[in-house]
């Protein structure tokens, strides 16, 4: 093998901390195989895939303080968890949205309502991928002011609601994020309720890998609340440490969820017999009619390592994230530009009498340089307008070691940069 390298984006290394991806597991490879072996279609009827399906969805509604009785749906990412969950918060009766029938007459008809949905101004970009697609156009998203930590400040939402009311608009649905892609900073859950329910609102949450540390023995606490939810969308190819393709979307009232995706077509009637028995229990809780067996890598991952074994890895990843503020902390040639909440700090290398813009372009060359070394793999951010290397640890396979190695590539390639700038 001379031509394909090891690490294709490098993500099973353990000093890969870009972005938010999942590391992979060998049961997580063996599972995927397994499925594509046997290859059950998953559009539902009453078949050993299925049920495993539904077994995994109910196991995490539980892991996730929802009720047994919720809808759910595995799909391939948090970006399409996100557009279900927000596509069943636009149809539902919560939202109000009772006078004007939206499947039928879409809304482009004069008489439909001109929508708009809530959530900070540190959302992740998928919001506006669905207000495009559900035909709402990206003005649609209100996107509010957070405070110093992050959060979505609550009085300037309920200002923006009431002034769009005002307005004749319709909000429809409030979104909490949990973790946020840039600093991993959580909503406050308790206050997002009580502003959704003043206005009848449904709350949606975004938990795409945040949402994991509910597993966690200690970090639980940071996530408590997002089980108020009415839909909650999050991944476990990220903070499930599963090969990709996994996510999934839990919605309180199940019925929303058909309400919303359900379709009539007498070729796929359940029969009384044969193969065909029972409904399109997943076709009609997304859009995909035809679906591959993920569940079977989450159904194997979670009996072989178990919610517990998950939840300590994950805060073993959240005490790191929290250890590694302490040893940037330490370094008088690096800043910390956001601390650890979950599992991502923000840093920068600094020099004396050295500007801003010149720091974000030195970081910048720095990122890239670290890179390509092949030492690790931080990914970028901007943190209050300056460049940050961000280092996010969603990895079981990372040691305190791996920390120590990424700050020294750092520190190292910041030298070199400042020694060449200056030849
Ligand atoms: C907060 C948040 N939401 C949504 C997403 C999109 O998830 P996916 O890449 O699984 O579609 C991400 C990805 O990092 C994320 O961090």
Redesign the pocket.
Known sequence: MTDILPYPTGNQHPRFFG??MGNGTITGMLADMLASGMNPHLAGYDQSASLIEKQVIAWLAELMGFPPESGGLLVS????A?INGLTVARNSEVSALTDFDVREHGLGHPDAPRLAVYGSDQI?S?VYKACETMGMGRQAYRSIATDADWRIDIDAARTRIQADIDAGLHPFCLIA?V???NTGAIDDMTAMRELADEFGMWLHV?G??GSMAALAPEAADLVAGQELADSIAF?L??WGYMPFEA?CVLVRDGTSQTDTYGSEASYLNGMTGGIAVGITDFADRGLQLSRGFRALKVWMSLKEQGSDCLGQVIQQNIDQAAYLEELVRQRPQLEVLSGATLNIVCLRYVVEGMNDDALDQLNRDILVAVQESGAAVPSQGIINGRFAIRVCISNHRTTRDDLVILLDAITQEGRSAVSRGGE
């Open positions: 972005w938010v990412g948090a970006t399409m996100n992740h998928w994020t973790g946020t892609v975004d795409a890998f991944d190819h990220k996510a």
